[in-house]
């Protein structure tokens, strides 16, 4: 049965009953609506919404969070971190099994944590684990060169899908693996079928290791690339959950949706970020003053107010601004185009340049509209913007993974912790050709290398503020990035879901105890 079947026949599904208390009921499909297209389902290895949706619902993890940031048992029924910081032992719960009835073990965990030290995007997540040690199936011990203040944030579904190591410990390139787009998790769906560019559908499994779980029947992740076509879907009831919503207009629109409810819960742990990214490896774009009159010549506020209608707030570092390690004292770039002009005759370029900027195609008013004002606003200081398509997003990723960019829009997420998702962006060693959200931007700093490796490791919050406040300081001046606005993510549900995705990682979470009503 195809997709289009299931979809229409999701329709039909019978009501269910609840009591004056009411309780979790069993049955039913939810269709997600998204825009982005994810190149494969494996989120050991890939970064990113498109993926860490389906993901999480495929594979498990050691551990789950939430909403008041508290580590849950999951695969993980119980841990202890070591007095020292340096060894993390996880007791993994009895009778879990993989999809194709495989046992979960502790070899598979340290497959898994290794597999995705050595390949995920974000390399400072789990750069300190020198080995899982595994004394017997239902114990893995992570051994650490050094305290990591975010392992166990780390260990979250979005981050850390443990993979059969049976299925991917082959020999094969777990990058390029065949099962990244048939993947076989523990996790409280199975996948049924992925058709790229059109769907996702995946099926309860139904030997889920939490008894009573999952209470769906069904998940169709729907695909439709079109915002105004995924709008009609919700507004119609043919989408139930639309996540990741950031567009002033949208957002209003679905605000108007009598069985629709919206809400900004559920991204606590996302951290979202609108950039300008500079590929600093460019002969233009090598040369900091350059970058600054870009920066100088970049109205965030107009952008803020007037393209996103207000919805939005400005963003001024590589911290989030509702992060407590976030330094409100950095160089901000308020515009100036006078500044920005004296700045680009001082680089050479008094007669002006010309420059490329991409951008996601996704999310127009974030993305394609900001854009299209940065070749206005930019001609301002003399340079000739073109902005450059790109026709779906892995042909953007691979453009900016591949460094073939000079600008380019960009969303990132702090993923909860710095060492998480700012510290990939900074890193000289993270300069990783072809893996997108990494260090794209080519930026090499000794000093900012040697501030995060000692924030990785610090466990003290103040002294881990202190060092995060001077590493703004530098990246505030050297601009391999200009910071723009934080997205102002909503996710909008049917009004008869039982417990909407609403925890620090939202969509990106298991959803085994979401539900209809009757």
């Not at 209608?309 to 185009?337: A, C, H, K, M, N």
């Amino acid at each position: 049965m195809n997709w289009t079947t299931r979809l229409l026949g999701a329709a039909s599904l019978a009501a269910f009953s609840w009591s004056a208390a009411p309780v979790l009921a069993d049955g039913g499909t939810l269709v997600i609506g998204t825009t982005q297209t994810p190149r494969h389902l494996n989120g050991a290895v890939q970064s990113g919404v498109a993926t860490s949706i389906p993901s999480t619902q495929i594979f498990a993890s050691p551990l789950r969070y939430d909403e008041d940031w508290t580590p849950q048992p999951y695969l993980a029924e119980s841990w202890e971190v070591s007095d020292d910081g340096l060894s993390v032992t996880l007791n993994l719960v009895e009778g879990a099994t993989f999809h194709d009835g495989a046992p979960v073990t502790s070899e598979d965990v340290a497959f898994s944590i290794m597999t995705i030290r050595d390949n995920h995007p974000f390399k400072s997540m789990f750069a300190p684990v020198e080995s899982v040690e595994t004394p017997d199936p239902q114990t893995a011990v992570i051994k650490l060169s050094q305290p990591h203040p975010a392992l166990l944030l780390a260990l979250s579904p979005a981050l850390a899908p443990i993979l059969p190591k049976h299925v991917y410990g082959d020999g094969q390139d777990v990058k390029s693996h065949p099962a990244n787009s048939a993947p076989v998790g523990s996790g409280p769906f199975m996948l049924e079928e992925f058709t790229a560019g059109e769907a996702i559908i995946l099926k309860k499994n139904p030997d889920f290791f939490i008894d009573g779980r999952p209470l769906l029947d069904e998940i169709i992740i729907r695909i439709i690339t079109d915002p105004s076509a995924l709008l009609i879907a919700m507004e119609n009831g043919e989408a139930d959950l639309y996540p990741y919503m950031s567009a002033s207009t949208d957002i209003r629109r679905l605000q108007k949706t009598d069985h629709l409810d919206l809400t900004t819960e559920g991204y606590a742990g996302i951290g979202p970020i609108n950039w300008l990214a500079f590929n600093t490896a460019s002969d233009k774009l090598s040369d900091v003053r350059v970058r600054q009159a870009i920066a100088y010549a970049v109205d965030r506020d107009f952008i803020t107010k007037a393209l996103h209608r207000g919805v939005s707030t400005p963003q001024r570092g590589p911290i989030i601004e509702s992060s407590p390690f976030f330094d409100d004292t950095i160089p901000t770039y308020d515009v100036d185009l006078d500044k920005a002009k004296a700045l680009m005759a001082e680089a050479g370029y008094a007669d002006g340049m010309e420059l490329t900027v991409d951008y996601i195609p996704a999310g127009p008013e974030q993305q394609k509209n900001l854009a299209e004002y940065l070749k206005s606003q930019l001609k301002k200081i003399g340079i000739d913007v073109t902005v450059r398509a790109a026709p779906d997003f892995p042909t953007w990723a691979g453009r900016v993974g591949g460094h073939d960019f000079e600008l380019s829009m960009d969303i990132v997420f702090n993923w909860g912790d710095p060492v998480i998702g700012v510290h990939r962006t900074y890193l000289c060693s993270n300069i990783v050709k072809g893996v997108i959200w990494s260090n794209t931007q080519q930026y090499c700093n000794d000093r900012v290398d040697e501030i995060l490796n000692a924030a990785a490791l610090e466990t003290d919050p103040e002294a881990r503020k202190a060092l995060y406040s001077e590493f703004q300081q530098i990246v505030a001046q050297d601009v391999p990035v200009y910071w723009i606005n934080a997205l102002p993510y909503h996710t909008a549900y049917d009004k008869k879901l039982v417990n909407p995705p609403k925890g620090i990682w939202g969509a990106s979470h298991p959803m085994d105890q979401l539900s209809w009503s009757d």
